[in-house]
């Protein structure tokens, strides 16, 4: 328990904060998911607000889709960017990482340039409304491109790709889906420059954690909480130094885990892995950075110390530059624990 203040609403607000894993199309809440369908004329059902408290991953599913049929224009997307960006700036996150899957609104006929120049405004205004900084994550939904499209690969190494774009992902249901046979479409990407960030290790087991570094030389990997089921993975990930973006509440959600007492994240913490917190989907699963902060420190104990440790780890593996993370490192040195 913490040695010196308490780990309260207040302590954690006040923590400069990076987020590295949330989806833009998983950050739309019922009033802006309401503003955006009214604009396009796109009839929402009425019981939205029950839709929003769903009972597994079907239901989520569902819920996912209605909030893409919202997001045509650019205008759109720039709105959508800018209402996660105030949600940010209100809980003191200097920083964030927000994946967006240009494939799906590809299939959906949404003009790319308007995409682009929609993530690109939103992301402007990110930073002078609301002094939010953003980077991009545009990733490959795996259970609907397959691995030799190069529609996503095009994209993000394309003139259109949007400002401030950092890496790909690969999202989407693990079962039935490894990583391996993405390995050219990464390869290609990382010889852009861009950086490899998948999810893995979330619905299946050490083997798509594996697949994910070697075949895709994942950088940091999005959930990655079942590594712990192998010793020596995790040992691997503790000498690589991987990043594991975990996700408390979507775990819980999505029955990753039965319950937050099940969590594998101390045992994680316990091993010395760089792990940070984050939302996923804040609007989907009803949470946000500060509440996952509080989840971890109530269901396992963690101190003022350890809630700075994660953040600090978070800023250390983001995709800003070194003289960034060192003035985000210094602000969090300066809280006081
Ligand atoms: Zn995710």
Redesign the pocket.
């Known amino acids: 328990m913490s040695e010196f203040g308490p780990v309260d609403r207040e302590f954690v607000q006040s923590l400069p904060k990076c987020e590295l894993?949330l989806?833009l199309e998983g950050s739309l809440r019922p009033d802006t998911m309401r503003r955006l369908a009214a604009r396009n004329g796109v009839d929402l059902e009425d019981d939205l607000e029950r839709r929003y408290t769903y009972d597994g991953f079907d239901h989520f599913l569902e819920l996912f889709l209605m909030g893409l049929r919202v997001l045509r224009t650019g205008e759109d997307f720039a709105d959508a960017v800018e209402a996660l960006a105030g949600e940010l700036a209100a809980q003191n996150v200097r920083y964030a990482e927000v994946?967006t899957t240009a494939f799906s609104h590809n299939r959906r006929q949404v003009a790319m340039a308007d995409y682009a120049a929609g993530l690109n405004a939103g992301r402007a205004a990110a930073r002078q409304k609301h002094g939010v900084e953003l980077g991009w994550v545009i990733d490959i939904p795996r259970e609907i491109e397959p691995p030799e499209s190069p529609f996503t690969t095009d994209f993000v190494t394309g003139p259109l790709a949007p400002e401030g774009l950092v890496g790909i992902g690969l999202?989407g249901p693990e079962p039935g889906n490894p990583p391996e046979p993405y390995e050219q479409a990464f390869a290609r990407v990382r010889a852009a420059g861009l950086r490899s960030l998948p999810?893995a290790g979330e619905t299946e087991g050490p083997a798509s954690v594996r697949g994910a570094l070697e075949a895709l030389g994942a950088e940091r990997i999005?959930h990655g909480v079942r590594s712990v089921e192998d010793p020596a993975l995790v040992d691997e990930l503790g000498t690589r130094g991987t990043h594991l973006e975990v996700s408390l509440t979507s775990n819980v959600a999505l029955q990753v885990v039965s319950e937050i007492d099940e969590h594998p994240l101390p045992a994680l913490l316990e091993a010395g892995l760089s792990v940070g917190l984050n939302t996923?989907d804040p609007a989907y699963f009803s949470t946000t950075l500060n509440d996952e902060l509080l989840l971890a420190a109530t269901s396992f104990g963690l101190s003022r110390a350890d809630l700075v440790a994660l953040q600090a780890a978070a800023f250390r593996a983001s995709s800003l530059p070194q003289d960034r993370t060192a003035e985000f490192l210094a602000d969090l040195s300066r809280v006081s624990t």
């Open positions: 894993h989806h994946t999202g999810h999005g996923d």
